[in-house]
Every structure is written in structure tokens, then in C-alpha cells.
């Protein structure tokens, strides 16, 4: 499978009360792992408050600003689904595709996602996911073949 | 139907933050534009999923599409916005 994606950074029956906070759940994943320094969580909040990572279909993918990525220690994702939805500037987000990225090039890696999601059987079965192993499935096709 | 054809100007491509910007002001558009890269399938401009899928990265040439009242305004104002580097105009909050 993808070491981008590590089955511990895979949490899902997670809470959290509004965006920030589950932001700071994902950040906490990605730090958890190894995949970046905690300061690293603060950069995604700047993120989101510079413009919403929220793509559509239920689904957000908060990273850390460009200054971020010196915290990055490796390059991973994290996906954390929120069973009962956060409230995302007006938007329902049921899941959380987390970004860690060092590079410049993780646009292959948003696009391998981004087909995934287009793909609405595949979309529901990524929200309706309660087992690992169904979003290793769904999701550890996407490699890291992004170096740059 | 009038179109333009623009390489990506972001020095990190079309990913997240660039696609978003662009989607937002390809649905402000008056117009439906479309966005393909080479002979690929056109996608809405306005979708940020479809967007995303396309992958495009700096230098990629993208091409917009539209027709209708307004469409040679809505072109060049989007094809002026992927040209720019929008990655180097990132607030410096971090």
C-alpha cells in the first residue's frame, strides 16, 4: 500500500465541535505519525482562514500554508471522518483528506483524490466508511510519484 | 465559441489553493466555461473537483471555453488569473 497513507493517520468515528477543531484533529494525526512538527497545525489554520480547503462532496483536505511545508517532515495524509459532520463555513464535511506535502508536487496526488470523489459511488463509500481497510482501498492507489 | 489557451502560471500548478481561486471566479462568470487540457475531455471551470482532476501543473497549457453574452470578458479575466502566480501571492501568515 501507499506509505503515504499510514492505517494509524486513518481515524474514523471522530468528533469535533466546529472547523478549527477539526482541524487541529487532523493536524494531531499528521503530527502523531511523524509526517510533521506540530507547528505545523498552525499553518493549516492559517490556511483555512486564507481560503476554504473544502472540494466538495462532503469532503475537506486541510494542509499548512507554503511557509508550512519546513515543518514537514515527511509527506503523508491523514483521513479522519466525522460521522456526524462539521459545519464547514456553510458546507456539511463528513470526511477529512489531511496533507502533509514538503514538495511543490502534490497536484498529482489532489488529482488522484479529486477522481476518486468524482466518482459518487466511491465518494459515498469514502463517507459511509467505518473499516481501514475500505479507505486503504479507496485511497491507497494514490502514490507519492510527486517528487519535485 | 470563443477560447483561450493559457499555461498555469502557479509555481506549485493548479492544486488546492490556485484551483480554488480560479473555480470561485469561473462561477462568478456569466457565462458556463468549460476547461480541458490538450484533447482531454472539458470539464466545468466551476467544479473544484474537476478542476483538481486534471492535474495541471506550472507550464501546463489549459484551455478555456465559453459562448454567450460577456464570454470574451469572462476568458480573458480567468486566463489572466491562471497566468499569474498565485502561489506568490499568498499572505506570508506562516
Same mark, same amino acid.
Given at each position: 500500500?501507499?506509505?503515504?497513507?499510514?492505517?494509524?493517520?486513518?481515524?474514523?468515528?471522530?468528533? %469535533?465541535?466546529?472547523?478549527?477543531?477539526?482541524?487541529?484533529?487532523?493536524?494531531?494525526?499528521?503530527?502523531?505519525i511523524?509526517? %510533521?512538527?506540530?507547528?505545523?497545525?498552525?499553518t493549516?489554520?492559517? $490556511?483555512? /482562514?486564507?481560503i476554504?480547503?473544502?472540494v466538495?462532496e462532503?469532503?475537506?483536505?486541510?494542509?499548512?500554508?507554503?511557509?508550512? /511545508?519546513? =515543518?514537514? /517532515?515527511r509527506? %503523508? =495524509?491523514?483521513?479522519?471522518?466525522?460521522?456526524?459532520?462539521?459545519?464547514?463555513?456553510?458546507?456539511?464535511?463528513?470526511?477529512?483528506?489531511?496533507?502533509? %506535502?514538503?514538495?511543490?508536487?502534490?497536484?498529482?496526488?489532489?488529482?488522484? =483524490?479529486a477522481?476518486?470523489?468524482l466518482?459518487?459511488?466511491?465518494? $459515498?463509500? =469514502? $463517507?459511509?466508511?467505518t473499516e481501514?481497510d475500505?479507505?486503504?482501498?479507496?485511497?491507497?492507489?494514490?502514490?507519492?510519484?510527486? /517528487?519535485s | 465559441m470563443?477560447?483561450?489557451?493559457?499555461?498555469?502560471g !502557479?509555481? !506549485?500548478?493548479?492544486?488546492?489553493?490556485?484551483?480554488k481561486?480560479?473555480?470561485?471566479?469561473?462561477?462568478?462568470?456569466?457565462? *458556463?466555461? +468549460?476547461?480541458r487540457?490538450?484533447? *482531454? *475531455?472539458?470539464?466545468?471551470a466551476?467544479?473544484?473537483? !474537476?478542476?483538481?482532476?486534471?492535474?495541471? *501543473?506550472?507550464?501546463?497549457?489549459? +484551455?478555456?471555453?465559453?459562448?454567450?453574452?460577456?464570454?470574451?470578458?469572462?476568458?480573458?479575466?480567468?486566463?489572466?488569473?491562471?497566468?499569474?502566480?498565485?502561489?506568490?501571492?499568498?499572505?506570508?501568515?506562516?
Amino acid at each position: 500500500m501507499s506509505e503515504l497513507l499510514d492505517p494509524r493517520a486513518i481515524r474514523l468515528s471522530e468528533t %469535533a465541535a466546529d472547523r478549527d477543531e477539526a482541524i487541529r484533529r487532523c493536524g494531531a494525526a499528521l503530527v502523531e505519525i511523524g509526517a %510533521a512538527e506540530p507547528g505545523y497545525v498552525d499553518t493549516m489554520l492559517a $490556511r483555512e /482562514k486564507s481560503i476554504s480547503t473544502y472540494v466538495g462532496e462532503g469532503v475537506a483536505i486541510p494542509h499548512g500554508t507554503l511557509g508550512g /511545508k519546513e =515543518l514537514v /517532515k515527511r509527506d %503523508a =495524509l491523514a483521513v479522519l471522518r466525522f460521522p456526524e459532520g462539521v459545519d464547514w463555513d456553510g458546507e456539511q464535511v463528513t470526511v477529512c483528506v489531511a496533507i502533509a %506535502a514538503a514538495g511543490n508536487g502534490h497536484v498529482e496526488l489532489l488529482a488522484a =483524490l479529486a477522481e476518486v470523489l468524482l466518482d459518487e459511488d466511491q465518494a $459515498r463509500e =469514502l $463517507r459511509e466508511a467505518t473499516e481501514t481497510d475500505t479507505v486503504v482501498r479507496l485511497l491507497g492507489s494514490i502514490q507519492e510519484d510527486s /517528487k519535485s | 465559441m470563443p477560447t483561450r489557451t493559457v499555461a498555469v502560471g !502557479s509555481s !506549485s500548478g493548479l492544486h488546492a489553493r490556485p484551483a480554488k481561486l480560479f473555480v470561485e471566479a469561473a462561477a462568478a462568470a456569466p457565462v *458556463k466555461v +468549460t476547461i480541458r487540457v490538450g484533447d *482531454k *475531455k472539458a470539464v466545468p471551470a466551476k467544479s473544484m473537483l !474537476s478542476v483538481l482532476a486534471l492535474g495541471a *501543473k506550472k507550464g501546463t497549457e489549459v +484551455t478555456l471555453e465559453a459562448d454567450g453574452d460577456g464570454a470574451d470578458e469572462a476568458l480573458d479575466g480567468l486566463a489572466a488569473l491562471l497566468a499569474r502566480d498565485l502561489d506568490a501571492e499568498e499572505p506570508s501568515d506562516a
